[in-house]
C-alpha cells in the first residue's frame, strides 16, 4: 500500500511568487492534514480535511494561503504571494474516518529567497 | 490550542544505553498523546501512543509513560541503536477532536 506522497520535495522560489504544494493521501483516508515545521520550531497545525470539505482551518496563517481538496482525494496548498517566513518544511498527513494515527508524508521543502 | 514542550531539544547517548526523551504538555484535557519519530529527509513515523487513562505502555524497546498529575510524558528507548538517531516529536491530542498538538522535537544522536 503506497503511503502519503507530497510533490514536489523541494521549492526554492522568490518572495512574491507562487508555489503549489501537492499531497496524495492514503487510498481511502477520508482524513487529511496539512502541518508545517518552521526553523526547527514544532510543528504546527494549518488545516483539516474530511473528504472535501474544510473541517478545521483555523491554523491557516493568512489569506495568502489557499487548500482545495477537490473530489475528496489529493489536496493542494497553494501560497501567493510567498513570503519570506513561510520557509518551513510543509508535511501532509491522512488517517482513516475515525482513525486516530496519522500517518505523514516526506514534507516539501520551502524555501522562500 | 495550547503548546507541547520539550526539556531537551538535544540528546546525545552511547549505543546500547537506555534513552529517556521527554515532554511537557499544559492541556489538562488532552485526551491522547503519540510519540513519532522522524529521520533526515522523511516525515513523522508513528513510534507509540497512550490514552489518558493509561500511565504506561510498552512497544518493542520502547516504553512510553505519562504522568497527568505534572503533565508529563516520556519515551524510554532500551538499549538504544545507531538506528534510533533521529527527531523525536510528543503530540496531544485535545478531547478527542482529532487535532494534534506537537513539540519542537528532541534530537537523539547514539555515538557508536
Known amino acids: 500500500e503506497a503511503g502519503v506522497t507530497q510533490f514536489p520535495s523541494h521549492s526554492v522560489i522568490e518572495k512574491g511568487q507562487t508555489v503549489t504544494l501537492r499531497c496524495d493521501p492514503i487510498?481511502?483516508?477520508?482524513?487529511l492534514y496539512w502541518y508545517r515545521r518552521v526553523m526547527g520550531k514544532e510543528i504546527k497545525f494549518l488545516l483539516h480535511?474530511?473528504?472535501?470539505?474544510?473541517?478545521?482551518e483555523s491554523g491557516m496563517p493568512n489569506n495568502r494561503f489557499l487548500a482545495e481538496r477537490t473530489g475528496g482525494t489529493y489536496s493542494t496548498l497553494k501560497v501567493q504571494p510567498a513570503e519570506l517566513e513561510d520557509s518551513g518544511v510543509y508535511f501532509c498527513?491522512?488517517?482513516?474516518?475515525?482513525?486516530?494515527?496519522?500517518?505523514f508524508g516526506s514534507g516539501t521543502q520551502l524555501s522562500v529567497l | 490550542g495550547e503548546s507541547v514542550g520539550l526539556h531537551l531539544p538535544t540528546l546525545s547517548v552511547q549505543e546500547g544505553d537506555n534513552s529517556i526523551i521527554n515532554c511537557a504538555y499544559s492541556?489538562?484535557?488532552?485526551?491522547?498523546f503519540i510519540w513519532y519519530k522522524q529521520e533526515s529527509g522523511k516525515g513523522p513515523q508513528f513510534i507509540i501512543d497512550?490514552?489518558?487513562?493509561?500511565d504506561k505502555r510498552q512497544g518493542q524497546r520502547v516504553t512510553v509513560l505519562l504522568n497527568k498529575t505534572v503533565k508529563h510524558l516520556s519515551l524510554q528507548i532500551a538499549a538504544t541503536q545507531p538506528g534510533d538517531s533521529a527527531v523525536y516529536f510528543c503530540?496531544?491530542?485535545?478531547?478527542?477532536?482529532?487535532?494534534?498538538?506537537f513539540g519542537s522535537g528532541t534530537k537523539l544522536n547514539v555515538k557508536p
Open positions: 497512550i490514552r489518558s487513562n493509561m
Open positions: 492541556n489538562s484535557a488532552s485526551d491522547y
Open positions: 498527513a491522512s488517517s482513516q474516518r475515525g482513525g486516530e494515527k496519522l500517518f
Open positions: 487510498s481511502g483516508h477520508d482524513n
Open positions: 480535511f474530511v473528504k472535501e470539505s474544510k473541517q478545521d
Open positions: 503530540a496531544e491530542r485535545e478531547n478527542n477532536f482529532n487535532k494534534f498538538y
